[in-house]
Each structure stands twice: as C-alpha cells, then as structure tokens.
C-alpha cells in the first residue's frame, strides 16, 4: 500500500502536520481536508485507498461524513479509520 493516496480529514494543524509527516515519511501520498464536508467532496471526486477521519469537526462532524460517504456508492468501500483526541 505504500504510495497509496491516504485523505486526511482533521481541523487541528498540529494533527494533521503530524499525521501528514509520518505518513509522507512511509512513502504515502496525502490529500487534506478541515471540514467533514472538504472531506466527502475530496474522497467523491479523488478515491483515495483510505480515509482518516477525525470525529470533532466544524460543520458536518466526521460520523455524519461517514455516513455520507458509506451511503454513496461511489465511496462506500473506502475504509474510513475514525480519529478522536
């Protein structure tokens, strides 16, 4: 899976520079998002093989992007890891 497209959905800078670096550092490729809603639109519109998912978000929280994104056939077999702090 190394190389593979990871969405990362996360509104605190400091996690997502985080994950981000670990991620880039193993060789992943990442796309960013700060709001659930950022987040359905990057995975309908770029695939990625997995989506990190933070649970507190502003505006649409990442449960109801999930459910979003499970509810489209386009997007219902990318896993989704939920994140929390």
Do not use: C, H
Not at 28 to 36: H, K, N, P, S, V
Not at 55 to 80: E, N
């Amino acid at each position: 899976m190394a190389g593979a497209l990871i969405l990362i959905v996360e509104d605190n800078p400091r996690n997502l520079k985080l994950i981000r670096d670990i991620l880039q550092f193993r060789g992943y490729t990442t796309l960013e998002a700060e709001t659930g809603e950022a987040g359905v639109t990057l995975a309908r519109e770029r695939q990625p093989a997995l989506i990190l998912m933070d649970v507190q978000l502003p505006g649409m929280d990442g449960r109801t992007a999930t459910k979003a994104l499970k509810a489209d056939p386009s997007t219902q077999k990318i896993p989704i890891i939920a994140m929390t702090a």
